[in-house]
């Protein structure tokens, strides 16, 4: 769930460096610009106002593709007004704004190839595969997935920012499974604290069996998971 989040993160990234790309050539951005330009899955007004208001710090306008004749008038005009009162300190004060320098960086740096994207998820995904093994080892995870399975249930946590849609077959089927599998979850987790405290007051040589056992039982917790 995090790789696919970080891969369409990387994805938005080349997008939007696209976009300044673009900027730069023409000296401004329309809004059709952005419609075409984003990914489809760009729905969230927030993270809209974020890429809206980033291009602005970037000191790029971004305008209606009916006013684009106008700006082109008045942008002509400052130009030229600039020239009269160009000097010679100028370049120096490119240099000296970090906005101007990083818009000037972000246009000189590769975008990255279809495959080199696909290939940075894939090790995004690996990596955070072998995380989260070892992060569900750990006792106290059972009750973090069925806290945050309970406030979705109760609504109190929104469905997008927890599940990608992408990743089950149908939101309200999910929903309807939702608290039998942590029903499920609480029961095993449950049985393998008692079998924990049940394994500590064995002797030496009664221990591996029921160890072994026990990580079956644990395996199967994991594989429960519900989020």
């Known amino acids: 769930m995090a790789a696919s989040r970080l891969y369409s993160a990387i994805e938005l990234q080349s997008r939007i460096r696209e976009l300044i790309k673009l900027a730069k050539e023409q000296g401004y951005l329309t809004f059709d610009d952005l419609n075409e330009a984003l990914p489809e899955g760009i729905t969230d007004a927030d993270e809209l106002d974020l890429i809206l208001t980033r291009l602005r710090r970037l000191e790029i306008d971004i305008i209606e593709a009916s006013e684009v004749d106008r700006y082109k008038d008045g942008k002509k005009d ?32 590769p975008l990255l190839t279809r495959e080199q994207e696909v290939e940075i998820s894939k090790r995004i995904e690996e990596a955070e595969d072998m995380v989260l093994k070892h992060i569900n080892r ?15 249930i109760e609504g109190r946590e929104r469905f997008d920012r927890v599940i990608l849609d992408k ?34 007051r064995n ?7 029921k160890l072994r056992a026990l990580q079956r039982m644990m395996t199967s917790l994991q594989r429960l998971y519900p989020l």
């Open 78 to 109: 400052t130009e030229e007004e600039l020239e009269e009162e160009e000097r010679p300190e100028a370049k120096v004060d490119i240099l000296d704004d970090p906005v101007r320098m990083y818009l000037k960086q972000m246009g000189q740096v």
């Open 167 to 200: 990743k089950i077959e149908s939101r309200e089927r999910y929903m309807k499974n939702l608290p039998r599998l942590c029903k499920q979850v609480e029961q095993l987790s449950t049985s393998i604290t008692r079998q924990l405290s049940e394994v500590s």
């Open 203 to 209: 002797s030496l040589k009664k221990r591996p069996p």
């Open 138 to 152: 750990f006792g106290f995870i059972a009750q973090a997935h069925l806290d945050l399975a309970t406030k979705l």
